[in-house]
């Protein structure tokens, strides 16, 4: 059996600070005005859905206690539908729809809508504690570095210059603006208050003013860290042949902080004819791959090669790439793992200039893959995102249709 | 209830229903805190609740010091029995907080200093009260002997002092004075005298007739948040940060501690204190514990008062010091002579020279000044010690001379002839070379026996460590009166027999030689300096070969007339390729190993990767580590079988204090036992059939591992 993506619909990002756009529309609103959005869109038969699955990886506060069920809930869909929430960090997004095509292939499911949530400005990152971080019996032997320190040890190690990652980040500012000039988002949607009056209707983010000079003005973001809290030493410990952490991320060539949530329609063939709509796009792969937790963000290139293995495809058979930008790093790692350009990945952009709303952005970028396929007339893509805690994950989809 | 007096405390009740016990450990040097004190003192404390005509107890000291700490000759014994020992420890919680938590106040009324076990019982009263003196120390020395405070302070401190102050305390055995403790809220107040200790003990008993501690009080707030707020989390996050960093995982007790307080902070403090009570007890059974306490400890103490110097022999008074040569040496042995009280004579061969040495004094005292820590009068009152001249004659009241000049037997040999000729011939002449043999520098003096080494390590204040070296013909009267003179500058002596290189510049070399090695066989210079680290040396081989001069490295060679060994020949061909090739020469020279560019870090040589074809693939990190440390301590054992080291427990403390061998081996002797001899013994074995016979194992050594035996059964 065969699982289709039928649509996909993701909200504009808001800056997830305490003067971002979106601070006062709770994470729960956020994921109901897309369920409410894809209904709408589609006079959908809302009694076909069975589930929703969401990610999220700040499970506190407000996006605590189950917030697909609050937001199935909330969208008024029918008390017949479900929801799930799963945590797997930065990939949350695109697992939810990996595990939603996974009940579909199975005939467990029929019809599901998959994504994720984050509004990082209600819910900071790391509120949520845990071990892996906080618990010495863990961090300790496992050599645990915060993210922004994994970046560095991967351009330290590689040899990537302030300049690289600099050059990267910029590239990604000037296509987002160029694809929001060119009104190339077609399947984002602005977000409105509970008077239906507009809210944000653009990527705040994004900055057209953006150059290689004032990124190299901007201040490293993760050198304090390294030297106060011990992170460097932690991450030499593990690997020695670094003589020293060159701190090349800073908030300019980072992934931006933001708010947002993505879903996507996971259905069968059976289903898209009972609900009358035609499936875009055929999942043809999902796979992941654990790394150790020091360098934690190169999981991206064996996942990706692991789920073109299992497509039996090869890295030139994939027409484009969406590779979250969590740090410039990462993405010019993973490039140089798969052995693919620049020119077909991420070609609007990518999270440096609109941002990562964590549990959300594995939804994102499969919605943007696929409006661009669609757009340029191609047919395969690939999803991919690095994960906390070591970890990678990737998607391929295909045009039907 | 009855007053009561006995070898360990005494307990009197006041007509105004206050009892004073007052802790007078009649047969041991201090107060300590011993399982056969708890047992007495937890008695007299239930007899204390439980009788109403006692309104409150006030817990003082009758001795010095208020209780400086555990009765670490007691682990030893504990370690074999753990899990009655762990019982032993939740009994004694249990009781702990029965007195606690019934609503009678206990005052820690302290007149002296209270450390570690001793701290403990203070926190188990309700109120502490130290009298204002900067002789009185407070803290929990515990970590740095392997341990954790077992004694309820690990789970308590935070809740007194906020969790990130409390780390720092735990982490680090930081020792304050009463001020600073007040300040933290480690305790409550200060009494500028006894009377007024007492005094304010009792009222604050008759005040707080029901007290309740803070941390069963659900109204007290931790000081900077609990552990569930950002300022938590994030002081935990970083303390994880910040163990690693300075254990490298090597010392167990600082993870452990930071895992009672991760832990302990999110359950109720009673069973908090189960989880103290078994990292405690996994730490007195741990590896690094007995090592740390057996070397760092015991062994140091040992030392330290002397051990080391022939019993018959009287004690050798040093009055007057002389020292020939001001350099950086001379001047640093005037310097801790001084301070020690001694008259010391610098001489060196014009008077501006020796003025130089006296120089370095007043750097120094000006330093300490500006930290609080001397007073000018103090420094005048120093350096009015120190006489400076260019002339030899003035040597000869001296009770002991020491010559400190530059590493040239001609020269040393000038030197002794002139010196001699005035000092008075029962005296002791020492020198202070770092490599030459002694029975070869003797062969100057007319009275070799009169004659030994006192090998100093630079920078001479801050280095703990004293090598004594025995030549040939050395007396047990010299060897006596350099002991003596090292315990009155309050260092640390180890006596050793005479080779060249004595003990610690021997093995010292081995680790500069090898990190060496590995870079000729294509090891990243980062990846031997890193892994060095992590396996807890201070510097990396390369690093330090900078700092003691590749050109001093060829020049040792260059004057050793024996015959050559090939790894011998192997670093000199390497260092003199180095040196006349690429100029590279030392850190002085701004152009080692590394490169030092002013105002900013040392970075490891560009050119180093392309000359050695360096490849991080070459070796895999496990085998670099343990060449690095297995070579250190092979060459240990060489010393010891030779004769050169007259002792396991002197190889380990030298190769601590000497090079820097990381303590939680126990030293680079006791690091055969760590690593298990026979497993240590295969390993060297492997190495020699790839890497040659420097890793040759003797026959003693073999046999050793044969029999199961450990390090310390050698003889």
């Not at chain 1, 893509?381 to 391929?396: E, K, N, P, S």
């Not at chain 2, 004190?37 to 009758?62: N, P, R, Y």
Request: glycine share 10%.
């Amino acid at each position: 059996m065969e699982a289709y993506i039928y649509d996909a619909i993701r909200t504009v990002r808001g800056k997830g600070n305490k003067k971002g756009a979106l601070i006062g529309i709770t994470p729960t609103e956020l994921a109901t005005q897309t369920l409410i959005a894809l209904k709408e869109k589609h006079n959908l038969d809302t009694t076909q859905v069975e589930d929703v699955i969401l990610g999220c990886v700040g499970q506190v506060k407000d996006q605590a206690a189950n917030i697909a069920k609050t937001a199935a809930q909330h969208s008024n869909y029918g008390d017949h539908l479900c929801g799930v929430t799963l945590n797997r960090f930065c990939g949350s997004g695109l697992e939810a729809i990996n595990q939603a095509a996974a009940y579909v292939k199975s005939g467990f499911r029929e019809l599901i809508v998959a994504g994720g949530v984050e509004s990082m400005s209600r819910v900071k990152m790391g509120a949520d504690g845990g071990g892996m971080f906080m618990d010495p019996s863990i961090a300790i032997p496992g050599n645990i570095v915060p993210q922004g320190i994994s970046a560095d040890l991967i351009a330290s190690k590689y040899g990537y210059s302030r300049n690289d990652v600099d050059q990267f980040a910029y590239t990604s500012q000037m296509r987002a603006v160029a694809a929001e000039k060119d009104n190339r988002f077609k399947s984002r949607i602005a977000i409105k208050d509970i008077d239906g009056f507009k809210v944000l209707d653009k990527d705040e983010n994004v900055r057209s003013s953006t150059t290689v000079e004032s990124l190299g003005t901007l201040k490293p973001s993760f050198a304090m860290m390294g030297a106060m809290a011990g992170f460097d030493a932690v991450a030499i410990d593990r690997y020695p042949e670094v003589e020293t952490i060159e701190h090349v991320h800073h908030a300019g060539n980072s992934s931006a902080i933001v708010d947002g949530a993505a879903i996507a329609l996971v259905g069968s063939k059976a289903a898209g004819e009972a609900i009358g709509l035609k499936p875009k796009f055929k999942i043809r792969a999902a796979a992941i791959h654990g790394t150790d937790p020091t360098i934690m963000l190169t999981g991206i290139g064996p996942a990706s090669l692991k789920a073109l293995t299992q497509a039996g495809m090869k890295p030139s058979d994939i027409d484009l790439f969406e590779i979250n930008e969590a740090f410039a790093a990462v993405v010019i790692k993973a490039m140089s793992d798969i052995g693919v350009d620049h020119s077909k990945v991420n070609v609007n952009g990518g999270a440096i200039a609109m941002g990562h709303p964590l549990g959300a952005t594995g939804c994102m970028l499969t919605g943007t893959l696929m409006d661009e396929l669609e757009r340029r007339n191609l047919s395969t893509g690939l999803v991919t995102l690095c994960i906390g805690g070591g970890m990678g994950i990737a998607t391929i989809i295909e045009r039907v249709g | 209830m009855q007053n009561i007096k006995n070898d360990l405390f005494h307990f009197e009740l006041g007509a105004d229903g206050i009892g004073i016990l007052t802790i007078d450990q009649v047969n041991n040097p201090t107060n300590l805190f011993s399982l056969e004190f708890i047992g007495e003192f937890i008695k007299v404390a239930q007899q204390a609740v439980e009788d109403d005509t006692v309104k409150g107890v006030i817990i003082t000291s009758g001795r010095t010091m208020f209780m400086p700490g555990a009765d670490l000759r007691e682990l030893k014994s504990m370690s074999k029995n753990l899990e009655q020992q762990l019982n032993g420890a939740l009994k004694m919680h249990q009781q702990f907080r029965a007195i606690e938590t019934v609503g009678k106040p206990f005052v820690a009324a302290i007149n002296g200093t209270a450390m570690g076990g001793g701290l403990e019982l203070c926190l188990v009263c309700h109120h502490r009260i130290v009298l204002n003196s900067t002789k009185i120390k407070l803290g929990f020395p515990e970590s740095k002997v392997g341990l954790l405070p077992g004694g309820g302070g690990t789970v308590k401190s935070p809740y007194l002092m906020g969790i990130q102050n409390a780390l720092i305390y735990l982490l680090q055995g930081k020792e304050v004075r009463p001020q600073q403790a007040l300040k933290d809220g480690l305790i409550n107040d200060l009494a500028e005298n006894q009377e007024e200790l007492i005094a304010k003990s009792k009222a604050w008993i008759l005040a707080n007739p029901t007290p309740i501690q803070p941390w069963d009080n659900k109204k007290h707030r931790m000081p900077g948040g609990g552990f569930w707020t950002p300022n938590g989390l994030q002081t935990i996050m970083g303390s994880v940060g910040n163990v690693s960093k300075m254990t490298h995982g090597n010392y167990p007790a600082q993870k452990y501690i930071l895992q009672v307080v991760h832990d302990g902070l999110q359950i109720p403090i009673d069973r908090a204190l189960e989880v103290e009570a078994r990292f405690f007890i996994k730490l007195v059974g741990s590896r690094e514990a007995k090592n740390m306490i057996r070397t760092g400890f015991m062994g140091m103490q040992a030392a330290k008062k002397g051990k080391a110097r022939p019993k018959d022999q009287p004690k050798y008074e040093i009055k007057k010091l002389g020292i020939l040569g001001a350099g950086m040496m001379g001047a640093g042995i005037a310097y801790v002579s001084a301070k020690a009280g001694m008259d010391v004579i610098l001489k060196d061969i014009s008077i501006e020279n020796a003025e130089k040495g006296k120089a370095y004094s007043r750097k120094i005292l000006d330093k300490a000044i500006a930290k609080g820590r001397s007073t000018e009068e103090k420094a005048v009152a120093l350096l009015s010690k120190i006489e400076t001249t260019a002339d030899v004659s003035k040597m000869a009241g001296c009770d002991l001379v020491i010559e400190a000049v530059f590493e040239d037997p001609n020269l040393k040999d000038k030197v002794t002839k002139e010196t001699e000729a005035v000092l008075d011939p029962t005296k002791i002449y020492a020198s202070n070379t770092s490599t030459i043999p002694i029975t070869l520098l003797a062969k100057s003096s007319a009275r070799p026996e009169n004659f030994i080494g006192i090998h100093f390590f630079s920078p001479v204040d801050k280095m703990p460590l004293v090598e004594i070296i025995v030549g040939e013909r050395t007396s047990k009267k010299a060897i006596a009166a350099a002991v003596d003179y090292t315990v009155a500058i309050g260092k640390i002596p180890i006596v050793v027999n005479d080779s060249r290189g004595f003990f610690t510049s021997r093995c010292f070399g081995t680790f500069v030689n090898e990190g060496m090695f590995l870079l000729e066989e294509g090891v990243p210079a980062a990846m031997i300096e890193n892994i060095a680290r992590k396996k807890g040396m201070p510097v990396g081989p390369l690093a330090v070969h900078d700092e003691v001069t590749l050109t001093l490295s060829a020049h040792v060679i260059e004057s050793d007339p024996r015959p050559k060994s090939p790894s011998t020949i192997r670093s000199y061909k390497m260092v003199k390729d180095l040196i006349e090739n690429h100029g590279r020469t030392s850190k002085k020279d701004g152009k080692g190993f590394y490169d030092y560019p002013a105002g900013e870090k040392k970075k490891l040589w560009k050119g180093l990767s392309e000359k050695y074809n360096s490849n991080m693939d070459a070796l895999d990190q496990e085998t670099v580590a343990n060449r690095i440390m297995h070579r250190q301590a092979l060459e240990s054992f060489r010393c010891l079988e030779e004769g050169v080291l007259n002792s396991v427990m002197d190889g380990d403390i030298g190769s601590v204090l000497g090079w820097g061998f990381p303590i939680y081996t126990g030293g680079a002797l006791s690091y055969i036992d760590f690593v298990g001899i026979k497993q240590f013994v295969a390993d060297c074995d492997l190495f020699r059939e790839k890497y040659g016979e420097r890793w040759m194992v003797s026959d003693k050594l073999r046999s050793m591992a044969e029999n199961g035996s450990s390090i310390h059964d050698f003889s």
